[in-house]
């Protein structure tokens, strides 16, 4: 595939780790353009990165083949509309805003090629994963174009309709929060167990990070690996029974529930 252009308007974390992300496979630096009003981010993403940065978001899109909205939700509308008049009818737009829905894009943009994405912040690592969501206007091979850039720095994984990306937020968006809370609570719990704070730390971190790692690279699902681990009357069917009477599995659920609603609420909101 020929090395499309690429514009992200707005350069803060997201956008400097799928730019980096980027670099990395290859993308030439001519390729990619940035638009940022921080004059640290700019000069920063020269530096790292070599590529060409703007103060004007109109310039920097310019002759552009796909457009990255990564500022913050609730300026995308002023952006979008700041743009509007400088959009050629070719160009594709990949929003990463939360909450930000193809229809609302589309109503300050016109209608155009729109691809929706939930990133997470783990794509500072290059270990992220999002879900896709593109409307009708999008080619194939602009799809292909847009799925590039996300895979730059994870899984990039495709849905069918646009509510998924709702649960697509509160499962993977907001997820990564879920697991530091797992990572604090068990640090805490380890601590008042008698380990120095520090050591309850680096275990709760590295078990978390070797349990996803066999999570992910095992060819048995999550439930048969915590089988595996699970002695008959030992210490942690002890622990993992204590979960449940807790009621873990539907406060799991209502706590994901409580996200994706919100998630729908923010778009509804932020649409106007
Ligand atoms: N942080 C997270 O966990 C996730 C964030 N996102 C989305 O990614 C987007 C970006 O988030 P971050 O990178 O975390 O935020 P950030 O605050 O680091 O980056 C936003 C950048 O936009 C710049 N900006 C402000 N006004 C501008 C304008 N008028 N034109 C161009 N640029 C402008 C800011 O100076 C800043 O550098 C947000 O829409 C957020 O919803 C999506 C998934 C996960
Ligand atoms: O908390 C939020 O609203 C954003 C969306 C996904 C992660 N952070």
Redesign the pocket.
């Known amino acids: 595939m020929s090395n499309p252009i690429i514009t992200f ?7 400097a780790s799928l730019i980096g992300g980027l670099r990395a496979q290859g993308v030439p630096a001519s390729a990619i353009r940035a ?4 004059s640290e ?1 700019r000069n920063r993403l020269q530096r790292e990165h070599g590529i060409a940065t703007f103060s004007d ?1 109109a310039e920097a899109i310019k002759g552009a083949d796909l457009i990255v909205l ?4 609730q ?2 509308k ?2 979008c509309l ?1 743009l509007a008049a400088h959009l050629a009818s070719n160009q594709v737009i990949i929003s ?5 829905s193809c229809a609302s894009l589309e109503s300050w943009l016109g209608e155009r090629p729109v691809v929706r994405c ?4 783990p794509a500072l690592l290059r270990q992220g994963v999002s879900g896709l969501f593109a409307n009708p206007r999008v080619s194939a091979e602009q799809k292909a174009q847009a799925e590039q850039v996300l895979s730059a720095v994870g899984l990039a994984l495709w849905l069918d309709n646009e509510a998924q990306i709702d649960a697509v937020t509160a499962v993977s ?2 997820g ?1 929060a879920y697991f530091f809370l797992l990572i604090e609570a068990m640090t805490e719990a380890g601590e008042q167990l008698g380990l120095p704070r520090e050591t309850a730390a680096r275990l709760s971190i590295q078990t978390a990070l070797g349990a996803a790692r066999m999570a992910s690279e095992s060819d048995v699902d999550a439930s048969e690996l915590r089988r595996r681990v699970t002695s008959p009357n030992g210490t942690t069917e002890a622990a993992i029974n204590t979960f449940q009477a807790g009621g873990f599995e539907a406060l799991v659920q209502q706590a994901l529930n409580a996200a994706a609603n919100r998630s729908a609420e923010l778009a509804e909101q932020l649409g106007q």
């Not at 638009?35 to 921080?38: I, Q, T």
């Not at 939930?118 to 912040?121: F, G, I």
């Open positions: 308007v707005g350069a803060g974390n997201m956008a638009s940022e009003p921080g981010q978001n990564a500022v913050k939700p300026i995308m002023a952006v700041d990463i805003a939360a909450g930000i939930m990133p997470n912040t968006g907001s990564p």
